[in-house]
């Protein structure tokens, strides 16, 4: 790779499905077919931009030390990870749902210390203290909808897009913490160094946005 190269972070899924079609507006298709590939970095028809494919959660951590120079996260990995050391340029409007908490459907009165699962440690902390409750949080990395009815907690702070899965599990979403959607998120070092190329395509992706959105 050359130190001109230009390297976006996607994630596999949702937010890759819906990235593709605003990087080809931008004139950036990958060489190959990323969902069916076991590769990370990827080609594209551009010899200077290269696509790597890596978990949501480490985009902010790619970008932020310049092994990615851009990257497209969701804004509640970008909130959990609560860094200042990159930019956040541009809202794709894509992959949106909600960052809530959620609790049974029969739950009581709250106790003094509610106890709260999540895999967003970061966020919840700072939520309950804006709210001036005292929580005691407990770490998980999936199936939060269970740990209310095992007794593990009483109530979680977890994505909500369709609502199913709280459904399904005798929860209901309580207070909206975030709107969520995908962002791109730059390196500060990058946005400097690679400052021609970085702008044209941010500027591509936002009239795709525009497009797309009006
Ligand atoms: C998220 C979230 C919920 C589910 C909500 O999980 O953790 O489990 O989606 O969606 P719904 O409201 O449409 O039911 P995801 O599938 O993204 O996987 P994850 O557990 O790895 O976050």
Redesign the pocket.
């Known amino acids: 790779m050359s130190s001109q190269d230009v390297v976006i972070a996607l994630t596999k899924g949702r937010i890759l499905e819906e990235t593709l079609p605003l990087l080809e507006q931008a004139n950036i298709t990958p060489s190959e077919d990323i969902s069916s590939s076991r590769k990370l970095l990827f080609d594209t028809n551009l010899p200077n931009v290269k696509l790597m494919v890596i978990r949501g959660s480490d985009v902010p951590t790619y970008v932020e030390f310049g092994s990615a120079d851009m990257g497209v996260a969701g804004k509640d990995l970008i909130l959990e990870y609560g860094s200042s050391g990159f930019y956040e340029p541009l809202d794709l409007k894509i992959a949106g749902c909600r960052l809530m908490t959620a609790e049974p459907v029969d739950a009581g009165p709250a106790p003094d210390r509610l106890k709260v699962a999540t895999k967003f440690t970061n966020i919840a902390k700072r939520y309950f203290a804006e709210q001036g409750k005292q929580i005691e949080l407990i770490k998980l990395n999936?199936a939060?909808?269970l740990a209310p009815s095992l007794g593990l907690a009483d109530a979680i702070v977890?994505?909500?897009?369709?609502?199913?899965?709280?459904k399904a599990n005798g929860l209901v979403a309580k207070d909206l913490i975030a709107e969520v959607t995908s962002r791109v998120i730059v390196n500060k070092a990058s946005m400097k160094i690679k400052n021609a190329i970085i702008k044209e395509i941010l500027g591509k992706l936002r009239e795709a946005v525009v497009r797309k959105h009006g």
């Open positions: 999936g939060l909808e977890d994505i909500v897009d369709t609502g199913k899965t709280l």
